[in-house]
């Protein structure tokens, strides 16, 4: 049995590697590929009557890692300087207008058609307004420098404003200008703390002269997530913080105590932290949407009376999405198809308290929502490529 599950692993993950390999020529998003090949193997279980444990309680923790391995990816390839001002506030007008809109917009239709109070609501809206960087970054790797660069900024704000908003509205009964001081105090906790552990883990990355020093990294980097999200700080600006000071250190030399970091040996030791955080995140992607694919039920993706909503919210996406990329003065081909549902959607469903939770709100819902959103941004994509080839 344990030699089965070995195996099985190593083919599942090859096949993924090869979606990945291919996915900037077909167009097709590899987390579509990834659910279709968990949902075979879950049906070749049934079919071969081959028993397994639940495996429902792993999919957090896998979601939960690969956000911040995700996230952490992104911020390390991103330029920060004064002549990208421009792109990281157009990105941020784009990740925030979209979600508020859509998220009270749809909040609103729920209170009405469910009946249920305006903050649960909320609540189960959130999820479904959040842009999946981990389904986005990849998907743009084949396109533009400044389209990769926007996307990145764009579905990392979207991923950290999500989940500031949604805690924002769970996590509080009331809402009054003692939480909205709390708030802004998370904010201020996490900022200093984001820093004091920046420069810690950057000159450990520095000093650490042992054969094994970037495991001791991420495994710091994740426990200082987790840490923050005990105490419901938004742990996310820490990960977009220090993967943004690595990645621009050459931008930070003028500062004296930068030198104190070596910043020449410094950057070579982070060219092998992209890379194995890079590799990281697509296991952990992987290993995530194939679990997700295969704990999908057929009635789930097939129900008819979640399948309308989930369209209506779709069209709402794109056209609350489009409005936005005109008022910021930018082109809509193919921004205007980047917007997928994944990884965070999935993680805040799954983060809601039974009690605030709506019926309307389901695992259908949720899993077509991702699926449709996906299979937007790749006829979008292959559209966008085709107009692109008969120009030339």
Request: include cysteine.
């Amino acid at each position: 049995m344990t030699s089965a599950i070995i195996i099985t692993l190593c083919v599942l993950l090859l096949i993924a590697y090869l979606f990945d390999l291919t996915s900037s020529k077909t167009k097709i998003p590899s987390v579509i590929l990834l659910l279709l090949l968990g949902f075979i193997v879950r049906k070749l279980t049934d079919l071969l009557d081959i028993p397994l444990p639940d495996l429902s309680p792993v999919l957090p923790v896998l979601g939960t890692v690969g956000l911040i391995l995700i996230v952490l990816e992104g911020s390390l390839e991103l330029e920060f300087n004064a002549t990208k001002m421009p792109l990281i506030r157009r990105s941020f007008a784009v990740a925030l207008f979209p979600m508020l809109a859509l998220a009270f917009g749809l909040a609103w239709v729920l209170q009405q058609v469910g009946g249920g109070s305006f903050k649960d609501s909320l609540t189960n809206a959130i999820p479904l307004c959040v842009i999946s960087s981990a389904i986005a970054i990849p998907s743009v790797k084949s396109l533009g420098q400044h389209t990769k660069e926007f996307v990145i900024y764009e579905s990392s704000l979207s991923d950290i404003l999500g989940v500031l908003l949604f805690n924002f509205v769970a996590l509080n009964e009331f809402f009054d200008l003692h939480t909205v001081g709390d708030f802004f105090i998370q904010l201020l906790v996490i900022a200093a703390v984001s820093f004091i552990a920046t420069i810690g883990l950057a000159l450990l990355l520095s000093r650490i002269d042992h054969h094994i020093k970037f495991a001791p990294i991420i495994l710091l980097v994740i426990l200082i997530y987790a840490i923050s999200k005990v105490y419901h700080l938004p742990g996310l600006i820490f990960i977009l913080l220090f993967g943004l000071f690595l990645g621009n250190l050459d931008e930070l030399n003028h500062i004296k105590w930068i030198q104190k970091l070596n910043p020449v040996a410094l950057n070579r030791e982070v060219h092998k932290f992209r890379e194995i955080t890079t590799e990281a995140a697509f296991l952990i992607r992987a290993l995530f949407f194939l679990l997700f694919g295969y704990l999908i039920e057929t009635a789930e993706l097939l129900n008819t009376q979640t399948l309308i909503w989930a369209i209506g919210i779709v069209v709402a996406i794109f056209l609350l999405r489009a409005i936005q990329l005109r008022l910021s003065r930018l082109q809509l081909k193919p921004l205007l198809f980047i917007a997928p549902r994944g990884l965070i959607t999935i993680l805040l469903f799954l983060s809601i308290s039974p009690s605030g939770s709506i019926p309307l709100v389901n695992r259908s819902l949720v899993i077509q929502v991702v699926i449709l959103s996906a299979l937007v941004m790749m006829m979008g994509l292959m559209t966008t490529q085709s107009g692109a080839k008969q120009k030339e």
